[in-house]
């Protein structure tokens, strides 16, 4: 099973990698073959809203850098896990370079889901996505926010399992991790 | 009358001035302009990769008493660009205290035709606007973007005469300091393609573009599959 961890983490910060650590070492000690990908030290240019990905080069985008590898990543994983500070309730912008890259992964064409119109899937088998929200203290509205995202993404993305966590850094750190080995078994049975 | 004089158009699309956040945007700054207001804008692709035009981006915000950001739903949130402007605006705001009252309003527009769907990107910039100390004026969705397309509302005709109307209404209000008034959002987000329509007639306009490009049999090509 391979898992890919996306660390859309905007500067060196001890919380955030202590508890990144702590989750490649539960992901290996389950038995997943862990890739983390530094997301602020590669190349990845912002979308350019063209549609070519799905017009002229179907599946693939026509910007030849780095984004063209984390997609491809992304497509061949079990599990991807979104690593990222909150940030105003979403995702950092280093995270979000990389997923606006991914709609190569899906198909132009609208069908009806859950009473909505989303796009066609263009692979047939899908990761998972565990998003992992790292906040200095509690806020509400963050975290709501957060959490809805993640359910849309999820939805947009069709992954079999979907879960947002929380950490905020006045947590105990102990509490987090089990939450996150819960989720982990979900997705293991559905792998 | 407050100091309500200047109004910052910040367009959030890769597209810039073809965009139809650009559409939108613009709609909305040329009625401002009638009622007296300056208009300043901003194309934020443009503007976040240098330190120079960093500069320049916080140098337009920090004059504006309305900041008007208009973009694309991009994976039920703004365009990566759009978040890092974000990033850098709250980290010069975090350095001093804004001396002046500054109001903010955001405009998300998407493809699918349900405008309900950009709800979490207007959450997303509310935050934004708490954090920054910016006074919320409210959100307006617009679905069915593709059927705008980038080109000008007014010429766009009749299909968008409740967007049209909901953004005149719009102006009225923030012109004086106020909400946008729950009617004109209503008027906006109103529903001016049936789904279905939309639906059928949108999938039928991807098979033509990839037909155009010689590439109709391969639209459905799989290059990151494991087993090929
Ligand atoms: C990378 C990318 C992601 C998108 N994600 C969504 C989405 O999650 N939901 C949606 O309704 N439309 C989505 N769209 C469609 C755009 O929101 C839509 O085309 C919009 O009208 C573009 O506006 P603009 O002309 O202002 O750029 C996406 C488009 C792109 C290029």
């Given amino acids: ?191 | 009358m407050s100091n309500n004089n200047k109004a910052l158009l910040l367009i959030g699309s890769p597209k810039g001035e073809n965009s139809t956040s650009a559409s939108l945007g613009n709609h909305l700054t040329s009625r401002l302009e009638e009622l007296g207001m300056k208009i300043e804008k901003g194309f934020i692709h443009r503007l976040v990769n240098r330190e120079e035009t960093i500069q320049d981006l916080i140098r337009k915000v920090d004059s504006a008493d309305l900041i008007i950001l208009s973009f694309p739903l991009y994976v039920d949130s703004l365009p990566a660009p759009v978040i890092k402007a974000m990033e850098l605006i709250k980290e010069e705001r975090n350095k001093f205290e804004s001396k002046k009252s500054q109001n903010f309003i955001a405009i998300s527009n998407n493809g699918f035709p349900e405008a309900s769907q950009n709800i979490i990107a207007l959450q997303i910039c509310r935050i934004f606007s708490r954090d920054c100390g910016f006074v919320w004026k409210g959100g307006i969705v617009v679905g069915g973007g593709g059927a705008i397309n980038g080109i000008p509302l007014q010429e766009r005709g009749g299909m968008v005469r409740n967007v049209i109307k909901g953004l005149d209404i719009a102006a009225h209000a923030l012109k004086d300091g106020k909400d946008i008034p729950q009617e004109a959002i209503d008027l906006i987000s109103k529903k001016f393609i049936p789904y279905t329509f939309y639906r059928v007639f949108g999938n039928l306009g991807w098979r033509l573009q990839a037909r155009k490009y010689g590439v109709k049999k391969k639209i459905k090509d799989t290059p990151y599959s494991l087993t090929i």
């Fill in chain 1, 1 to 191: 099973m391979k898992a890919l961890l996306l660390n859309g983490s905007l500067k060196n910060d001890n919380d955030f990698n202590m508890i990144c650590s702590s989750i490649v070492e539960l992901l290996e000690r389950d038995g997943f073959e862990v890739e983390q990908i530094m997301l602020k030290d590669i190349e990845v240019a912002a979308c350019q809203g063209c549609f070519e990905c799905w017009v002229k080069t179907p599946g693939q985008c026509k910007i030849d850098d780095d984004g063209r590898e984390v997609a491809r990543k992304m497509v061949q994983s079990n599990l991807i896990i979104h690593f990222s500070p909150i940030i105003f309730g979403g995702y950092s912008s280093e995270l979000k370079k990389v997923l606006d890259r991914f709609i190569p992964t899906i198909l132009p064409f609208f069908t009806k889901r859950n009473g909505e119109t989303h796009h066609k899937y263009r692979y047939k088998s899908r990761s998972s996505i565990i998003a992992i929200g790292v906040i200095d203290k509690p806020d509400e509205e963050e975290e709501a926010t957060f959490k809805e995202l993640v359910y849309r993404n999820s939805l947009n993305m069709g992954a079999p399992v979907h879960e947002a966590l929380v950490y905020n850094k006045t947590q105990n750190e102990e509490d987090f991790i089990s939450g996150f080995s819960n989720i982990l078994k979900r997705v293991e049975a559905k792998t």
